[in-house]
């Protein structure tokens, strides 16, 4: 069975500090790998997206990969109180079959 | 961007009652849509494979009988929760992926929140 393990959280950050969070999954076959953010009573928005071992930026988010570990994780630099949300992330497998695994997110706070 | 439409956001029913959730794809043909379930702090729960012209998969353990998937367009899918009960309340959300955007993702709907009484 497909797992995504996410640590559910809180992490609580203050604002402008690196917020890291943390993503495992368990099928060795997965080739996709995403970030969502989804605010309390709202569907998930798509962060970053990522299928190549190492590090892709976009502005103050930056997600990292390593296919050996089975790890994935998303840094958010200068966190904002605005960052406050769940953050899903989500594995796809391949072989033609792109329908992601959700891990369960974490919750992050950034406070002022 | 790819952009996906579901209505109605909110719905309070009857318990035994129907209710039909609406997913729209606005930008982008989708032959396939995907129905979530989502219950509080939880993880988004896969339900369903919604393919168009043919008959949804749906994943183990959820009732093809009661949660009842229609593709009949390029551009729609619907989720009709039939004989609703207040277990089934929940935030439901249907995703697309724009076949044309490669591994760019699967693009959600904005949610239906249904609470049966």
């Known amino acids: 069975q497909k797992e995504v393990e996410q640590n559910s959280g809180p992490l609580s950050v203050p604002e402008g500090a690196i917020a890291s969070l943390n993503c495992t999954y368990s099928?060795?076959?997965?080739?996709?790998f995403f970030w969502y953010r989804q605010y309390s009573g709202k569907s998930p928005e798509l962060i970053m997206f990522?299928?190549?071992?190492g590090d892709k930026e976009d502005g103050r988010f930056t997600a990292q990969l390593n296919k050996a570990s089975q790890y994935v994780s998303l840094l958010i630099r200068d966190s904002q109180p605005s960052d406050s949300a769940t953050y899903l992330c989500a594995v796809a497998a391949s072989g033609g079959s792109y329908i992601p695994t959700f891990g369960r997110g974490t919750s992050l706070i950034v406070h002022p | 961007g790819a952009v996906v439409s579901q209505h109605p956001s909110r719905v309070i029913c009857k318990s035994g009652t129907s209710v039909k959730i609406e997913c729209r794809s606005l930008?982008?043909?989708?032959?396939?849509m995907f129905w979530y379930r989502q219950f509080p702090k939880q993880s988004l729960m896969l339900m369903a494979t919604?393919?168009?012209?043919?008959?949804?998969?749906?994943e183990q353990g959820v009732e093809k009988d009661k949660f009842l998937i229609n593709h009949a367009s390029l551009t729609l899918s619907t989720l009709t929760v039939t004989s609703a009960h207040p277990e089934d309340s929940s935030f439901y959300i249907c995703s697309a992926r724009d076949p044309t955007s490669g591994f760019g993702g699967y693009t959600f709907g904005s949610g239906t929140r249904l609470t049966v009484v």
């Open positions: 099928d060795r076959g997965s080739q996709s």
């Open positions: 919604s393919n168009e012209g043919s008959k949804a998969t749906y």
């Open positions: 930008d982008f043909q989708a032959t396939t």
């Open positions: 990522i299928y190549s071992n």
